[in-house]
């Protein structure tokens, strides 16, 4: 149980254009959703907070209308990075918080993006 | 603020060989830590977990941490290395709201034969 799935796994997009990465709780309904971001040999950066139904909350430093989330179910969140760069290139994942559960966090197996 | 530092960038040990990943945390109230596993190409996946209850965790894999409360440390360990266990490691700590997590700077994790 507990699976958290991302689409896409990898994209190729080119300067200019805007990506769209889904996540979605397959067996479980999530109120709260996370995105982070990962460099290359880096921990995780927490992007923004998403609460169904709501708003999310951003980081300090991270543009909230570069990255728009939107979180209009208790299993779908979704993450689209605007008029992608190059320097926007990176491994974006997200996880989700079981709806009256505790801590645990369940994560996507990320998704791979390249901005040409 | 709660904050996270994992002492070694990389941990080299050879299979059959103990291991030993270490973290050390800030905390102004009782933490939530966790141990969570990369393996390149896969998600994120949780090792294990302390709440407050047992000092001593035991997670998947044959790996446990203790929570020393007067070290603020809470050390990865396994008896055993296997290769399988080659990775990157982060050690965790839940922040101030709305269930964020605190992520260290990651170790990793190679195994010699």
């Known amino acids: 149980g507990a699976v958290v799935s991302q689409h896409p796994s990898w994209v190729i997009c080119k300067s200019g254009t805007s990506v769209k990465i889904e996540c979605r709780s397959l067996d479980f309904q999530a109120t709260t959703m996370f995105w982070y971001r990962q460099f290359p040999k880096q921990s995780l950066m927490l992007m923004a907070t998403s609460n169904e139904g709501s708003k999310a909350t951003y980081e300090q430093g991270v543009e909230k209308d570069k990255f728009l989330i939107n979180h209009a179910s208790l299993t779908l969140s979704t993450l689209t990075v605007t008029s992608a760069h190059p320097e926007d290139s990176s491994f974006y994942i997200c996880s989700a918080r079981l709806a009256g559960g505790g801590d645990e966090q369940f994560f996507g197996p990320g998704t791979r993006l390249t901005v040409l | 603020a709660q904050s996270v530092t994992q002492l070694d960038s990389h941990v080299s040990v050879s299979e059959g060989t103990p291991v030993l990943l270490r973290c050390n945390y800030s905390?102004?109230?009782?933490?939530?830590l966790f141990w969570y596993v990369q393996h390149p190409n896969k998600g994120l996946q949780l090792l294990l977990k302390y709440t407050s209850a047992a000092t001593l965790v035991k997670g998947i894999n044959g790996f446990e941490a203790e929570f020393k409360k007067s070290e603020t440390s809470f050390h990865l360990t396994k008896p055993s290395a296997h290769m399988s266990d080659a990775a990157e490691y982060f050690c965790v700590v839940r922040g101030d709201s709305n269930y964020q997590l605190i992520w260290g700077a990651g170790t990793k994790l190679i195994i010699k034969p």
């Open positions: 905390s102004s109230y009782s933490p939530s």
